[in-house]
């Protein structure tokens, strides 16, 4: 069974510009959830989709934004970037509705801002 | 404000020892997870803890959790070489969805 694959694995990209990441979840998951880590923060909640639907969202600005497509692939959408949104950017997808809920993440998109 | 702390962040020890990781949470929560990451690697899944007196063990990891307490620990024994990473707890707070809240990590060395 294949696991969770993000796409670029690596990114650079100038401050101003955008830059739109891509996650596929494991086969049957409909939830997929998109994290921030960075040295200084750790790691971060920035929104969750089901179903083609945010159920849930973090404490981030709105440059950062998502979407998720009917077949459950979640794209994540930075604007503008900022210096400071140099990170390791992860999905994780899990079947939503079981009782444990395990969420699997896939290897990341480490975004660099120069 | 929900918060989740771990101590210690670093820890290096000797192959063979044992040693616990500990996790404190801020409010009640449904689950609490326990996660590996190796250096440049992504987050692999190690324990999912449910309710209050839950224990879960695979190999020499072992992890308790304390829902009064809002305590969960992981219990490393006879620690090998392979074990060294970063360990992250994280805790669900929103039924059903999925809003994990990680702590800081702590990185693990174990040294020969």
């Known amino acids: 069974k294949a696991g969770v694959t993000q796409t670029p694995r690596y990114l650079i990209k100038t401050r101003g510009q955008q830059v739109t990441l891509s996650c596929s979840p494991i086969?049957?998951?409909?939830?997929v959830s998109w994290y921030q880590q960075t040295p200084g923060q750790g790691l971060q909640f920035l929104f969750e989709y089901f179903s083609e639907t945010q159920r849930n969202k973090g404490n981030f600005p709105g440059r950062f934004s998502g979407r998720q497509f009917s077949n459950s692939r979640s794209e994540m959408n930075v604007s503008t970037l900022e210096l400071g949104d140099s990170a390791l950017y992860l999905c994780a997808s899990h079947f939503g509705g079981e009782p444990l809920n395990i969420q699997y993440f896939g290897a990341g998109t480490r975004l660099s801002v120069l | 404000e929900l918060k989740v702390e771990q101590n210690p962040l670093f820890l290096s020890m000797q192959e063979g020892k044992n040693y616990t990781i500990y996790c404190n949470y801020s409010?009640?929560?449904?689950?609490l997870y326990w996660y590996r990451q190796d250096p440049g690697k992504s987050l692999e899944s190690l324990f999912v803890l449910l309710s209050n007196g839950a224990v879960k063990q695979e190999g020499r990891l072992m992890a308790s959790l304390d829902t009064k307490a809002r305590l969960s620990t992981l219990h490393i024994t006879a620690a090998v070489h392979d074990l060294s990473a970063t360990y992250f707890c994280?805790?669900?707070?929103?039924?059903?969805?999925?809003?994990?809240?990680f702590g800081q990590g702590t990185r693990l060395t174990i040294n020969p």
């Open positions: 409010t009640t929560s449904d689950r």
């Open positions: 994280a805790v669900d707070i929103i039924q059903g969805a999925q809003k994990l809240v």
């Open positions: 086969s049957g998951h409909r939830s």
